[in-house]
């Protein structure tokens, strides 16, 4: 490790032992990027994402009241009706003649399992998939969710659910003439239900914690439930507060990532919402941002791109959504994601990031047609994402 690493480790640890946190100061060091050592960048992105607050002395108490309210959001969301409770001292909640499964009433609760689980197959088929590149959402946690997994409490697992779901769905079906015909579940394709191997009871995979995550967020944001490409920005979130080297935080980053993933979708949830696109807090607006900084910046630039009806929707809108978590491989979209939860005007800096990139690949863009340009700007050809960071820098400090 070089003195400078060091000392930078150091001027974090001196700034974080501070009985009230100095927080234009913290967030001048993170922008540069924050040491993984000690745990240094998952306690700070909880404090620059609102999770922890700036007293020092109130993280004990926070911490609890909301690691319990998380539980509570898991007893009460992650169940399924007619399921006995009588060790938490609930009675048993039999089917009834008011509310049973086929029971047409939007209030029924049962409507809102069927309806949730529409949800939940979409999330499903999403968290699976989440950063293939490395192994570690398919392997094992070492803190399973023992509230769900509890043979006694009578919880139903998301992955038995969405399994029981998949194979209703698939062994029933209809065909052309409207006959029903029945198929043999071993003869599903093995595809179908799980693309890698389940792990055995007792156990559950970090995807899995991922999904509970996105579920309980769905359940309690209604108004916008589940998107696809949320997946792709709780994903960082989790895997760096999964990967802790400090086993107390470690333990609870299913509880932390759910609330910093909440904070974090306050800011930019717009995004998300189809019917704010054109607005001035919607994706349209930003992307369209990003090109007016780019026609000042290099205005050569700009009119190759506009000359060649190359509009920032066919790129953009994945860059800015997504925070650019499916440009970079996970630890390059961390280091990023350093000086975007570090900027003090948010995601401001995310526009200059994204005009950097255009301009660090200017020279191919200028001699490129309308196909290689959309090659280059859909798999982005650039890899140091320190250059980028830096550029950005640049044109914030040209303003």
């Keep these: 490790m070089s003195s400078l690493h060091k000392s930078r480790i150091a001027d974090f640890q001196d700034v974080l032992k501070e009985p009230t946190i100095a927080l234009e100061k913290l967030r001048g060091l993170s922008f540069s990027g924050i040491p993984c050592e000690d745990g240094l960048r998952c306690l700070c992105w909880k404090i620059l994402l609102n999770y922890l607050p700036l007293e020092r002395a109130s ?3 926070v911490l609890a009241k909301q690691r319990e309210l998380y539980s509570q959001f898991l007893r009460e969301m992650i ?40 949800v939940l197959l979409q999330i499903d088929k999403d968290v699976r998939r989440l950063c293939p590149d490395i192994s570690f959402f398919q392997s094992a946690t070492e ?7 509890d043979p006694q ?17 698939q062994t029933v079906a ?16 093995a595809s179908s239900l799980n693309e890698y191997e389940v792990l055995p009871n007792g156990c559950e995979a970090h995807w899995e914690v991922v999904e509970r995550i996105l579920f309980i967020y769905a359940k309690l944001n209604p108004g916008i439930a589940y998107v696809q490409g949320m997946n792709e920005i709780v994903g960082p979130l989790y895997y760096t507060f999964a990967t802790d080297p400090n086993s107390e935080w470690k333990e609870h980053a299913e509880a932390d990532t759910f609330f910093c993933f909440t904070n974090l979708m306050a800011e930019i949830r717009d995004n998300f919402i189809k019917s704010l696109d054109d607005s001035q807090c919607g994706i349209t607006y930003k992307m369209e941002k990003v090109y007016s900084t780019l026609k000042d910046k290099d205005a ?12 920032p929707q066919f790129f953009a809108f994945r860059w800015l959504t997504l925070l650019l978590s499916q440009e970079f491989l996970l630890p390059d979209v961390i280091r990023i994601w350093d000086s975007l939860f570090a900027d003090d005007s948010r995601f401001d800096f995310l526009l200059l990031v994204c005009c ?5 690949i200017r020279e191919q863009l200028l001699e490129g047609d309308f196909t290689v340009n ?5 798999d982005y050809p650039i890899t140091d994402v320190c250059q980028i960071l830096q550029k950005a820098k640049e044109l914030q400090d040209s303003k």
């Design 59 to 61: 993280w004990t108490s």
């Design 79 to 118: 169940i399924q009706p007619g399921i006995a409770k009588a060790n938490m001292g609930v009675s048993r909640e039999d089917v009834t003649f008011e509310d049973h499964p086929l029971n047409p009433n939007p209030d029924s609760r049962w409507n809102t399992y069927f309806k949730d689980n529409e």
């Design 143 to 149: 803190y399973p969710c023992l509230l769900i997994l």
């Design 153 to 169: 409490n009578e919880f139903e697992t998301l992955r038995k659910r969405v399994e029981q779901t998949t194979l209703k769905s």
């Design 174 to 189: 209809r065909n052309r003439s409207g006959v029903t015909n029945m198929s043999s579940p071993h003869k599903l394709p």
């Design 300 to 311: 050569e630039l700009y009119l190759k791109l506009q000359e060649q009806n190359i509009k």
């Design 356 to 360: 950097s990139m255009l301009t660090l």
């Design 374 to 378: 959309m090659r280059l700007l859909q």
